[in-house]
């Protein structure tokens, strides 16, 4: 995979399309835009696994990737593909909150293609919310809505 680096404006832009982050200001989205840091994955690489600890969030540039839940908790490695994520999507974000409430991954997503994707820490967010308190009630916000 070329050496690709992803622009301010792209990064902007995919951002946007993630509900929860749509009523932030231009300068809050500019500095988060600067949060994000690259990650590739070739096709089959593990993006995150079930079970692990939530510490970031991805959201695609490019490539798909399976989410697979694990079929019996006693046999991790039987997982089913659940649904398949594309360009624009997310990893790590829900409906409801920024990521799992439990604070652990709740399936295995998996690089059905090679990929291009923005790594967004827990930390880094933390520490962005912390800077910009609107954040904090920005978010609170969109999780009431569901």
């Given at each position: 995979?070329?050496?690709?680096?992803?622009?301010?404006?792209?990064?902007?832009?995919?951002?946007?399309?993630?509900?929860?982050?749509?009523?932030?200001?231009?300068?809050?989205?500019?500095?988060?835009?600067?949060?994000?840091?690259?990650?590739?994955?070739?096709?089959?690489?593990?993006?995150?696994?079930?079970?692990?600890?939530?510490?970031?969030?991805?959201?695609?540039?490019?490539?798909?990737?399976?989410?697979?839940?694990?079929?019996n908790?006693d046999?991790?490695?039987?997982?089913?593909?659940?649904?398949?994520?594309?360009?624009?999507?997310?990893?790590?974000?829900?409906?409801?909150?920024?990521?799992?409430?439990?604070?652990?991954?709740?399936?295995?997503?998996?690089?059905?293609?090679?990929?291009?994707?923005?790594?967004?820490?827990?930390?880094?967010?933390?520490?962005?919310?912390?800077?910009?308190?609107?954040?904090?009630?920005v978010?609170?916000?969109?999780?009431?809505?569901?």
């Amino acid at each position: 995979m070329a050496d690709l680096a992803v622009d301010t404006e792209t990064r902007i832009s995919l951002l946007s399309k993630q509900a929860c982050f749509v009523k932030l200001n231009a300068e809050e989205m500019q500095v988060l835009a600067g949060l994000l840091l690259e990650r590739k994955f070739k096709q089959g690489d593990v993006i995150v696994k079930e079970g692990d600890r939530v510490d970031s969030i991805y959201i695609i540039v490019s490539g798909e990737a399976d989410i697979e839940k694990a079929e019996n908790k006693d046999f991790p490695e039987q997982r089913e593909s659940i649904a398949t994520l594309h360009a624009q999507d997310a990893i790590g974000l829900s409906k409801t909150r920024f990521y799992s409430s439990s604070g652990v991954r709740t399936a295995t997503v998996v690089a059905k293609t090679d990929m291009v994707t923005l790594r967004l820490s827990v930390a880094a967010f933390h520490g962005f919310a912390l800077a910009y308190s609107h954040v904090i009630d920005v978010m609170r916000g969109y999780a009431d809505l569901y």
